[in-house]
């Protein structure tokens, strides 16, 4: 069975500071994507970065950017010079192949980040 | 575009009340999604279309729980009887034929005393 596990609960950055967050999966597919979705207190679960496997060079959106290690099954997001409104649950995601039950989303736990000022 | 649209974004019911969530995708988009937050379990998936027709509804709890899509701009999640521990957020979600593209509703808060 596919599954993601994220094993920092709670985390904390200081304002301006970098901070990483961990994710790790486990799949027997090749090809599949995988995202960091934020999910404010407003509940709204917005993308933040996503990464095709089949692509070797990691993504970058801004200030966010991942480490995709594929023989390591690990995917850890990075935030620099954090920011108040960064401040959210973070959850990593998992997406197998359309032919794979439809390609549904596989979230892990989360992890939730504070930003101290 | 508006973005899937979820009503209502909270609704309080008693325990043995019936309970309909709707949700409509983003036009265009051949997959939708429910899905369900809680602390305990986190994000789990419920029931997916495709094309308007359930694939999978491995993750329905109970036989109290269904779900509908009669047309392509319109889902629905009902249960009934609903009961406390069905309180929960639960969240539409629907994408396209692409390698990417889920779009996440607002999500609907259902407290059930």
């Known amino acids: 069975a596919q599954t993601v596990t994220q094993s920092q609960p709670e985390m904390s950055v200081q304002e301006a500071e970098t901070v990483t967050l961990s994710c790790t999966y486990d799949t027997s597919e090749s090809d599949y994507y995988l995202f960091w979705y934020k999910q404010p207190p407003s509940r709204q679960m917005i993308l933040v970065i996503r990464q095709e496997a089949y692509k070797q060079q990691n993504a970058t959106e801004n200030r966010f950017s991942v480490n995709f290690q594929k023989a390591a099954k690990s995917f850890s997001l990075k935030i620099s010079d954090s920011q108040l409104g960064d401040a959210a649950m973070y959850f990593c995601a998992y997406r197998p192949p359309v032919y794979n039950q439809g390609g549904k989303l596989i979230f892990g736990q989360g992890t939730e980040l504070s930003v101290k000022p | 575009d508006a973005g899937v649209i979820q009503s209502p974004r909270h609704e309080v019911t008693e325990m043995g009340q019936e309970v309909t969530l709707r949700c409509k995708p983003i036009?265009?988009?051949?997959?939708l999604f429910w899905y369900r937050q809680t602390m305990m379990r986190g994000l789990e998936l419920l029931i997916y279309?495709?094309?308007?027709?359930?694939?999978?509804d491995s993750g329905m709890p109970e036989d109290r729980f269904s779900a509908k899509m009669p047309n392509a701009s319109f889902s629905t999640l009902k249960i009934q009887p609903s009961e406390p521990r069905d309180s929960a957020v639960y969240f539409c979600?629907?994408?396209?034929?692409?390698?990417?593209?889920?779009?996440f509703g607002s999500g609907t808060r259902l407290t059930v005393v």
């Open positions: 036009s265009g988009h051949d997959y």
């Open positions: 279309f495709n094309n308007n027709v359930p694939i999978d």
């Open positions: 979600a629907s994408r396209d034929r692409g390698p990417y593209g889920y779009t």
